[in-house]
């Protein structure tokens, strides 16, 4: 079974500087990291309805904006034999675990969020704005999740931070 995620890369710039939000994932057995906020994606949930609901749960911040959403499609027909919909966007980046203890695909989405952080999210804590200077050292220190770190990097690749 393949798990399919959505993730927001939920961005601000602050007194001049980019941040973004991160939060300590908390499960037992599991090594504590930062992650982005993100979860599996419902059978049939529309893409950004999951991106808006997970963000919501995990950090208690709505979704208002969504980069490319402009470019939002979707496809209906009902007219064949198996009706159908089918959603399309272009999100900021893809992964796909080719190794590791779960099989899980996955989207992030750059994203502008608003209202107030919550203290404790879905099994996160320590739910905050992280500027450039502290997501570099997060990295240096081997705490980011594994799944999220190659799109925190392309992140920072792309805005040259």
Known sequence: MIHV??????????????????????????PEVYELPGGRINEYEKIIDSLKREVMEETGLKVVAIQNEEDYIIV????????????????F????????????????????????????????EDIHWANMEEIHKMIGEHRFSEIDLPAVLMFLRDENL
Not at 76 to 91: A, G, L, Q, R, Y
Not at 96 to 124: H, M, N, R, W
Request: aromatic share 10%; hydrophobic share 35%; with cysteine.
């Open 5 to 30: 995620n959505v993730r927001g890369l939920l961005v601000r710039r602050f007194e001049g500087e980019i941040q973004l939000i991160v939060q300590l994932r908390k499960r037992a057995g599991e």
């Open 93 to 124: 980046a893809a992964y796909q675990t080719i190794k590791g203890p779960i099989d899980s695909f996955g989207i992030y989405f750059i994203c502008e969020v608003e209202g107030t952080l919550l203290d404790e999210g879905d099994a996160t």
């Open 76 to 91: 209906t027909d009902n007219e064949s034999k198996f009706e159908f919909s089918v959603e399309c966007m272009k999100p």
